[in-house]
């Protein structure tokens, strides 16, 4: 895409220069309002390098970077950028505030040098000493993000988009984040395709595309290679206000990450409706466990909101260590935070609706879950053609432990340890489709394949288990009724635990 000659404002002339020292941001800052007060057009960033802190967009423009052109953020230690939502600390890099038709594009480059808000730790987390004080998330230290400390006076989002409308990012490339990549809070009509974005897998907070209470919201051809969530949906409300994320697609991408591929949840007092994924490849490209991606899909609710009608399909995953993880809580954060009183009376939400269709997974060192509340099950879910290779060598020992609730901690695919069943643990659902789905160790284990404990309405069509060892079933119930096993190998046993 070329910018019309007639609406262009280079921001050459009105005193940007392209050497990568000089302080750009008051003259890329004019360019910007010039092209917002005349009704719109491009504002065009020739090749060079631009040194510059926060800039404010207007409506009605389009952020040209050309081919060769970067926008190097500013060190910024005196605070001069733009607060996100009037935080102390957090500052936005480029931020637009209830806008409309606003794109961001060319073949140019953001830069945050982030490596210069991190500071390694000495030594890794343990559960003694987590992550700002997250005690509830055990096994958390060993990710590969959490060996380093950010700053609290980094830019929290590089670009943010807040209450706006009718806005594309499309073919940039973004680069050491110092915080997250892409924002968009309480946005409709909305499509980010063709992004690049690359940071390092130890880089704290560098979420690559975070959708927060929109709604009609396409995330296409993308490739993300960063620490934290590569794609992370979020329904915190807007103002004090609930509000749904729903009506989202995502679709041909790429992404690889130490932390989650795909996840929606942490942030769930609205819930999620309406959701596409299809046709991505989640991987980790460092075979070390720990630089390894902790989940692969995760659906997640914690605060009340409600999931439903979501679909995945036609997704790839290697090195992912729980590909599937699916998650019911009652964390009930809420804001303002709820009384201790209000606390006890919170009832979780719900899970409904759910497929996963033709999904293959290898490498995989933690059971994928699919675990509802006491009373809260979750319902209408489908598993079709899935295959999960995991790293097995366990024995029986995890399957005859008792698996903890946890209803309250942090929504992370380590809740319960490594896992009871070797490749799925399903617990407190109703109505549960498994067709021609296969689960086999790459070292002999002593688990069963499945493990499912108060389900009810349970069919199993064509599924096996490989690589097992010791005496233990290929499926193990507790507490099921209705369940039914069809064109299954004769191996393929189910019992139930007394």
Same mark, same amino acid.
């Given at each position: ?58 409506? @009605?423009?389009?952020?040209? *970077? ?63 000493? /987590? ?14 993000? @959490?060996?380093?400390? /950010? ?24 680069? +050491? ?6 924002? +968009?809070?309480?946005?409709?009509? +909305? ?47 807007? &103002? ?19 932390? &989650? ?59 992912? %260590? ?10 009930? %954060? ?17 899970? #409904? ?26 319902? &209408? ?22 698996? /903890?609730? %946890? ?19 399903? %617990? @407190?659902?109703? &109505? ?5 789905? #296969?689960?086999?160790?790459?070292? /002999? ?14 069919? *199993? ?38």
């Amino acid at each position: 895409m070329k910018p019309l000659e007639t609406t262009v404002y280079n921001i050459i002339d009105f005193g940007a220069v392209p050497d990568g020292e000089t302080i750009c941001d008051a003259a890329i800052q004019k360019a910007i309002d010039a092209c917002g007060e005349a009704g719109g057009g491009t504002v065009y960033c020739p090749p060079g390098v631009f040194h510059t802190c926060s800039l404010v967009l207007r409506s @009605h423009i389009t952020l040209y *970077l050309s081919t060769g052109c970067t926008l190097l953020a500013q060190i910024d230690r005196d605070n001069r950028g733009y607060k996100f939502q009037g935080s102390p600390f957090l500052k936005c890099f480029i931020y637009a505030m209830n806008l409309e038709d606003v794109l961001i594009t060319g073949s140019g480059t953001i830069h945050g040098q982030g490596d210069a808000y991190w500071h390694k730790l000495n030594k890794k987390l343990t559960e003694e000493r /987590p992550y700002h004080n997250y005690a509830e998330r055990a096994g958390w230290a060993d990710v590969a993000q @959490h060996w380093y400390q /950010p700053d609290f006076d980094r830019y929290g989002q590089m670009i943010a988009l807040y209450d706006c409308k009718n806005c594309r990012i499309g073919n940039i490339n973004m680069t +050491m984040a110092p915080g997250f990549n892409i924002l +968009m809070h309480g946005c409709t009509n +909305m499509t980010v395709t063709g992004v690049n974005i690359h940071g390092p897998y130890h880089g704290p907070n560098t979420d690559g595309i975070d959708i927060n209470s929109c709604s009609r919201v396409l995330v296409s051809n993308c490739n993300v290679h960063t620490g934290d969530d590569c794609i992370c949906m979020k329904s915190m409300g807007i &103002n004090g206000n609930i509000k749904v994320c729903k009506d989202i697609a995502i679709t041909n991408c790429i992404l690889s990450t130490a932390c &989650n591929g795909i996840k929606m949840g942490t942030e769930s007092i609205g819930g999620f409706q309406n959701i596409s994924i299809s046709n991505c490849v989640i991987t980790c490209e460092d075979d070390a466990q720990q630089n390894r991606a902790i989940g692969g899909v995760c659906i997640e609710t914690t605060d009340g909101g409600h999931n439903e009608n979501i679909n995945v399909l036609n997704i790839t995953m290697r090195n992912v %260590r729980a590909p599937l993880f699916v998650y019911l809580g009652a964390r009930g %954060r809420q804001f303002p935070p709820m009384t201790e009183e209000e606390m006890k009376a919170f009832k979780p939400g719900g899970v #409904k609706n759910i497929n996963f269709t033709n999904i293959t997974a290898m490498g995989a060192s933690i059971t994928s879950s699919i675990t509802g509340a006491p009373g809260y099950p979750i319902e &209408n879910l489908n598993l079709d053609n899935v295959t999960i290779s995991y790293r097995g060598g366990e024995d029986e020992t995890l399957a005859r432990a008792e698996v /903890p609730e %946890r209803p309250r901690m942090y929504p992370e695919t380590s809740v319960y340890g490594k896992g009871a069943a070797g490749g799925l643990y399903c %617990r @407190h659902a109703k &109505n549960i489709s498994i067709a021609q789905m #296969k689960v086999c160790a790459e070292a /002999p284990d002593g688990r069963p394949g499945f493990i499912f404990d108060d389900v009810h309405g349970l069919d *199993l069509i064509g599924v096996r288990v490989g690589q097992r060892s010791g005496d233990m079933p290929a499926i193990l119930t507790r507490g099921c009724t209705d369940v039914n096993l069809y064109a299954s190998p004769a191996e393929t046993t189910v019992e139930e635990d007394n």
